[in-house]
């Protein structure tokens, strides 16, 4: 009977086909506001201090950040936020967002039960919403939902599990349970017992808008290191170590944005678009690899951070660990999306060569061969990324002459 319900306040509420259906609409940028304040709390999981513990709590808070974004982001692909019944699903969930992202910096402390409640309360309306719209007029789509509802209550019992744990590592396992579980159900295509998988015609997406939005988040997760220059250049004064911390922040937050716009981004939206099975390029391309993205860049901004609010400390290994292997992990991330798209067939040398360069400086400060301060760190991370955008600058325009030259077309 309530699924009755759920079906007729959302009929007809679908994106129709068409240019305007690619369009991101206002009300999905408005909702990405509570996202980019979940990004900034991610930083106090994280500490001033990290430990070992710290970061494995920030990495499972970001994975589970990520997931209820990257989820909705498949829900409006599919539904209009241009009538009004999906806007105000929107801005309900806008607002329990704002409520879990609040309760963020104490998820692993004394707000875990408002975290939990939060993010399951967003996890079903979301899902429950979507399987409403889409129950009579897109039963293929319907029926993917109700898998994820099937999947959602399993690593749901994990979340509310943890909540209860008073031993943070207790607590720490059950969510990493619960967020590989979330994790394992597009892989499995969502298989459920004596049902099989389901089938792909469940996941056909707009891949203009898909591409879009992931790309808007990456925006997102990039802003937060400006904040940090602003906020540590305010807070920290203008001496020399805290001006050469804020510029390589800087630099770092330029960088990055360089790899994946310049020649990743407008690749991948030509790419999805024009594939056959957009909904294969958006679980691995859009879903799963981009939040790897995401995890380097939340942990190297915060390395970034520490560096600017104490510039002339010793660099640990966890400010090492945020820094060099937070940066390593971006640009591999970048690399295997750039591959999944078809931006370039085999491994991209100048990308490849930048992992290596941050895993040796890493390996050297490990063995204690190197004794570095956090601004020496910063700024030897800033200089493999500038030298990665370099490399990749001249390696495209080496590519771009062969191609335009008459024996490069013969070639091709």
Known sequence: MSGDIIARAFVGLLRRDGEEAERVTYVELFFDLVFAFAITQISAVLGEHPTPLSMLEGLVVTLAVWWVWVYTAWATNWLDPGRRRVLWLLLVLTATGLVMSIAIPSAFEDRAALFVTAYLTYSFSRTLGVLGATRRAAPAIAAGQARILIWSSASGVFWVAGSFADDPWLRLTAWAVAVVIEYTGPWSMFWIPARGRSRWDAWRIRGGHFSERSALFIIIVLGESILVVGRG????????????????????????????????QDRGQRYIAGHETTGTVARTSYTYLHAVLVIGLVFSTHGSELALEAPADHADLTVQTLMLLGTAVYLAGLLAFKVSIGVQTGWIPTHVAGIAALLVMYGLGLAHVIDPTRVEVALLNTAVLLLVVIGDERLWRRRAAKASSPFGQAAS
């Open 233 to 264: 250049l305010t807070d920290n004064g203008l001496t020399v170590p805290v001006v050469f911390a804020a510029l390589a922040a800087f630099a770092n937050a330029v960088a990055m944005w360089f790899l994946y716009f310049a020649h990743g």
